[in-house]
């Protein structure tokens, strides 16, 4: 019996993710701007590969360490998918990375192929969010109670807005063409660099 662990894979964020199915975040899964974090792009590519072959050479290419090499990429590999993510010296935690699901169709290999920020970390942020949020709520009321000092409604203010400053941060740079970002152009010509294909569709 094997037991299928590729959820524990460092992974794109997905419009089919639980914070993506609430109503008022729903809308932006699919919004092109650079202050919208939760912006998930999502391509389909195909080649005439064999899918363990793509995941073998997929995983040929990535670093055993997070060192230079020479696509400068980092990532995992794991029966059926993939993510890849640039690697760089300048490197952070809003770095948007891709992930790929290989399936086969008459001899074709299909690349469903996602470009979002890291799914844990946007889980993380947003229990953050609401933690912040909470808090700064609790100041607010203690000062109009009239029992904690008037610094309090600026700290609770602050916080509250600590959230959407996160999120904005996790931006990423919208391509000449307004409907794609920069980051996914380029994650985009490695995979086809590296298993032959080509984009079909993106949306």
Do not use: K
Request: net charge positive; glycine share 10%; aromatic share 10%.
């Amino acid at each position: 019996m094997v037991v299928d662990l590729s959820f524990l894979n460092p992974q794109a964020l997905s419009r089919r993710s639980w914070l993506l199915r609430v109503p008022f975040l729903r809308a932006l899964g699919s919004r092109a701007a650079p202050w919208n974090s939760l912006w998930v792009e999502t391509f389909e590519l195909a080649t005439p590969q064999r899918p363990e072959v793509c995941e073998r050479l997929i995983d040929d290419a990535l670093p055993r360490w997070l060192l230079p090499n020479q696509r400068w990429i980092a990532g995992y590999v794991w029966r059926g998918g993939f993510t890849i993510y640039r690697l760089t010296a300048w490197h952070n935690s809003y770095r948007a990375m891709g992930t790929g699901e290989l399936s086969s169709d008459r001899g074709i290999t299909h690349i469903r192929f996602r470009v979002g920020l890291n799914r844990l970390g946007v889980y993380a942020l947003a229990l953050l969010a609401v933690l912040f949020v909470l808090a700064g709520v609790g100041m607010l009321v203690g000062v109009l109670r009239g029992g904690a000092p008037l610094l309090f409604a600026a700290i609770g203010v602050v916080m509250m807005s600590l959230p959407a400053a996160m999120f904005i941060a996790g931006g990423r740079s919208v391509g000449p063409d307004g409907r794609r970002s920069e980051e996914a152009d380029r994650l985009l010509a490695i995979v086809a660099d590296l298993v032959g294909a080509e984009e079909l569709a993106s949306s």
